[in-house]
């Protein structure tokens, strides 16, 4: 079955960066589109970056030029590089296979928290 698995977050202070892995199991990687969504308290979650096989990517009015999503087939894994973090940018990471909007196809891995605060 699918598995998703996201690490690399933590609690950073405004300004500062972190990038973030997601390992995908139980999918032809490769051929598959994947994306990066957040969900801050009381929010729903928002679909953040995505990368399309042939890596043309996507990312959100609200993180553009701050974000940068990438991919490494060989690894099965997908990046988020996260710069300039603002406490805006604080919830829980997560990453999956995008099916437009918000919504996706695989079951939510347990995320990661990034939390921004000074």
């Known amino acids: 079955q699918v598995q998703l698995v996201e690490s690399g977050g933590g609690l950073v202070q405004p300004g500062e960066s972190l990038r973030l892995s997601c390992t995908a199991t139980?999918?032809?990687?490769?051929?598959?589109?994947m994306a990066w969504y957040r969900q801050a308290p009381g929010k729903e979650r928002e679909l953040v970056a995505s990368i399309t096989p042939s890596t043309f990517t996507n990312v959100a009015d609200s993180v553009k030029g701050r974000f940068t999503i990438s991919r490494d087939n060989a690894k099965k894994t997908v990046y988020l590089q996260m710069n300039n973090l603002k406490p805006e940018d604080t919830a829980v990471y997560y990453c999956?296979?995008?099916?437009?909007?918000?919504?996706?196809?695989?079951?939510w891995g347990q995320g990661t928290q990034v939390t921004v605060s000074s």
């Open positions: 139980g999918i032809s990687f490769s051929i598959n589109a």
């Open positions: 999956n296979r995008p099916r437009g909007g918000s919504l996706a196809f695989d079951p």
